[in-house]
């Protein structure tokens, strides 16, 4: 066999193999009804149950039922030898959602432990999609540091289920909402620094459902750099064919 060969067979395995090797967590909330998922914090609100509003797990989704501010933090441990100890500074969450028609659900990234300072990504009412910044050292607590209007002609229907990804690497922190198409209906992209990393979760003011959440490392450039040196590498022995 040709060692043009042998780089054409191992190559897409270092790529599956770098790809998988970022994943940190992922969940599909299942679970039964009413319970609470495990190594999940709940800092804002309470673990409802039948008869309480609060968080729980409901036909497969993470439910949060009910009125106010809910936050819900993932505090367990993280997969491919990363620490879920606040120190996570860049990451992707993507995770599906659904809601009520009025209010605000989303997520959370680079949250302290006590859910006190973070920042959300969230779908407001049925036509907004904003980035918060909430710092109890600030003057303003809570603060719209991105928005975009949905660009769409139904704009948001309970009950459809979209998509938030959003992305948190060094200073740029951005994400994209896609609706129940597939398309991408709106983005925000800022550069902050009031917060360099965290815990992440999920955050609703009114009756909210999350579903397949993932957390992802964004790769290092030393990953990069194998990555491109396997492209390269190939490219020689192609050239020498």
Do not use: H
């Not at 879920?84 to 959370?108: A, E, P, Q, R």
């Not at 003057?139 to 975009?148: F, L, R």
């Not at 459809?160 to 200073?171: I, K, Y």
């Amino acid at each position: 066999m040709k060692v043009s060969k042998y780089v054409k067979f191992l190559a897409p395995m270092f790529f599956c193999a770098l790809i998988q090797a970022q994943t940190l967590f992922t969940t599909d909330f299942t679970g039964t009804n009413y319970d609470m998922p495990t190594d999940w914090n709940v800092v804002s609100g309470v673990v409802g149950d039948s008869g309480t509003n609060g968080f729980y797990y409901y036909n497969d989704a993470l439910r949060f039922n009910g009125s106010g501010n809910g936050l819900a933090l993932y505090t367990g441990s993280f997969d491919n030898g990363y620490a879920n100890d606040g120190t996570l500074d860049d990451f992707t969450i993507v995770s599906n959602f659904f809601k009520s028609n009025s209010g605000t659900t989303g997520i959370v990234g680079r949250s302290d432990v006590t859910g006190e300072n973070f920042y959300t990504f969230r779908i407001n009412n049925t036509t907004s999609f904003e980035l918060y910044c909430f710092d109890q050292s600030a003057t303003t607590y809570a603060t719209k540091i991105g928005s975009a209007n949905i660009e769409t002609p139904s704009a948001y229907v309970y009950p459809q289920v979209w998509t938030l990804v959003a992305t948190f690497e060094g200073t740029t922190i951005s994400a994209d909402l896609i609706d129940n198409d597939g398309l991408i209906v709106a983005s925000i992209e800022v550069e902050d620094s009031t917060f360099s990393s965290g815990y992440v979760g999920v955050r609703g003011q009114v009756t909210s459902y999350w579903d397949d959440f993932t957390v992802t490392a964004v790769p290092e450039p030393s990953t990069y750099a194998l990555l491109f040196g396997l492209i390269g590498l190939g490219y020689v022995f192609v050239r020498r064919r």
